[in-house]
């Protein structure tokens, strides 16, 4: 009998959000026996969409042929974030009625997240972006809601829009940009120098 694992898991493997695993399957389904179940998992009170760990290979392999791409999906732009790296957003929910609620997270796509909102709250505006790890998504949370803020309901929070941005500037100010890498040391098994020598 195949092992399985959740939409989720197979969005952490790959890095990404599990909606762009979801979008992903439909494409994927649509050339391919994909077979989603819907079953109950250990340690969750509700079921979760799984797939085998052939099919969860499946998702993989897409997502790795299409990394940097930019496909068309219902007439919207769904990118695949490239290196690993996607947003992280701030997005004011209501602002004309309520404008300290906002929406913080990570995504792969501005465009297709800011319209996901704007079908429950059409004047959903992006506040301000950040390109970020999905490594970092926890971190930059943790950091941009460390204080003057409350928590509304899961990623959504009422506070000084500005101070938020702030400690967005402020946390993704310390990380690396997408363009820097880390030398290599000269001592390394995989400088040229030592790969000759082998």
């Given at each position: ?121 059409p ?22 809601t ?26 993704f ?13 000269p ?11 082998v």
């Amino acid at each position: 009998m195949p092992d399985y694992l959740t939409l989720d898991q197979v969005a952490e493997k790959i890095g990404v959000e599990v909606t762009s695993v979801r979008r992903a399957v439909r494409r994927i389904q649509s050339e391919s026996d994909l077979e989603i179940l819907k079953g109950m998992v250990p340690g969750r009170a509700r079921s979760a969409l799984c797939v085998s760990d052939a099919h969860a290979n499946l998702i993989i392999a897409y997502f790795e042929s299409k990394r940097g791409e930019t496909t068309l999906l219902n007439g919207s732009a769904d990118v695949f974030a490239s290196g690993g790296f996607g947003y992280f957003y701030v997005i004011q929910l209501v602002p004309e009625a309520l404008p300290t609620r906002v929406k913080i997270g990570y995504t792969d796509s501005l465009e297709v997240r800011l319209k996901e909102h704007q079908t429950s709250a059409p004047t959903a505006r992006l506040v301000k972006s950040w390109k970020c790890k999905r490594a970092w998504d926890r971190a930059a949370m943790d950091s941009i809601t460390k204080s003057d803020c409350t928590l509304v309901l899961n990623e959504v929070y009422e506070g000084d829009v500005e101070k938020f941005v702030q400690r967005g500037d402020e946390f993704f100010a310390r990380m690396p940009s997408e363009s820097q890498t880390v030398p290599l040391s000269p001592n390394s098994p995989l400088s040229e120098e030592n790969s000759n020598a082998v």
